[in-house]
T-cell receptor, first 113, second 118 residues
Framework: RKEVEQDPGPFNVPEGATVAFNCTYSNSASQSFFWYRQDCRKEPKLLMSVYSSGNEDGRFTAQLNRASQYISLLIRDSKLSDSATYLCVVNIPKWGSARQLTFGSGTQLTVLP | DAGVIQSPRHEVTEMGQEVTLRCKPISGHNSLFWYRQTMMRGLELLIYFNNNVPIDDSGMPEDRFSAKMPNASFSTLKIQPSEPRDSAVYFC????????????????FGAGTRLSVL
């Protein structure tokens, strides 16, 4: 089983649609959870952290379910500029260190006009 | 803040040649990470340093790969000799030690070095 698994995608949605991405992680000791965004031929950039209580940033809502080891990202009113690959990222404690991050394989989103 | 700076942005070399990739982390960040990204394997951690000391190099593919961090503002990843299967985008990232409990592991990435080994 992969340490971080995401919806395979790709997702092709019309402008204005709501789209949801899901992610599961294998290590119950994980403490930090993020969604990163990666545009074509660019570096990954932090989109938002995922907090235990859930959090919202404008059109983006992230939720964490520790019991099910599940993370989600909801994008409302999607824009053409939201087209990118979304990476689910979890810290997997190794060798007593919690600093390392493990990246999911990413879900590609294309928002269509 | 200039962010994480990597050089070169692109490198084309022939099989058997030595390749050196460079990274300058964000000032004040005490952890530095080297990743490799390919279509087949996604983003893989190669090695990371904390306070200039290598902590985990279990992701380094083989002895042809080596990494150093002589000081807090500079790191290199070297491949010698290079092979066509090393072709990938290599990212460097640094971690901000500040931040709350849930934010302390955020990493910031450089623009990457796109390596092609012919």
């Amino acid at each position: 089983r992969k340490e971080v698994e995401q919806d395979p995608g790709p997702f092709n949605v019309p402008e204005g649609a709501t789209v949801a991405f899901n992610c599961t992680y294998s290590n119950s000791a994980s403490q930090s959870f993020f969604w990163y965004r990666q545009d074509c031929r660019k570096e990954p950039k932090l989109l938002m952290s995922v907090y235990s209580s859930g959090n919202e940033d404008g059109r983006f809502t992230a939720q964490l379910n520790r019991a099910s080891q599940y993370i989600s990202l909801l994008i409302r009113d999607s824009k053409l500029s939201d087209s990118a690959t979304y990476l689910c990222v979890v810290n997997i404690p190794k060798w007593g260190s919690a600093r390392q991050l493990t990246f999911g394989s990413g879900t590609q989103l294309t928002v269509l006009p | 803040d200039a962010g994480v700076i990597q050089s070169p942005r692109h490198e084309v070399t022939e099989m058997g040649q030595e390749v050196t990739l460079r990274c300058k982390p964000i000032s004040g960040h005490n952890s530095l990470f080297w990743y490799r990204q390919t279509m087949m394997r996604g983003l893989e951690l190669l090695i990371y340093f904390n306070n200039n000391v290598p902590i985990d190099d279990s992701g380094m593919p083989e002895d042809r790969f080596s990494a150093k961090m002589p000081n807090a503002s500079f790191s290199t990843l070297k491949i010698q000799p290079s092979e066509p299967r090393d072709s990938a985008v290599y990212f460097c990232a640094s971690r901000d030690p500040s931040g709350g409990a849930e934010d302390k592991n955020i990493q910031y990435f450089g623009a990457g070095t796109r390596l092609s080994v012919l």
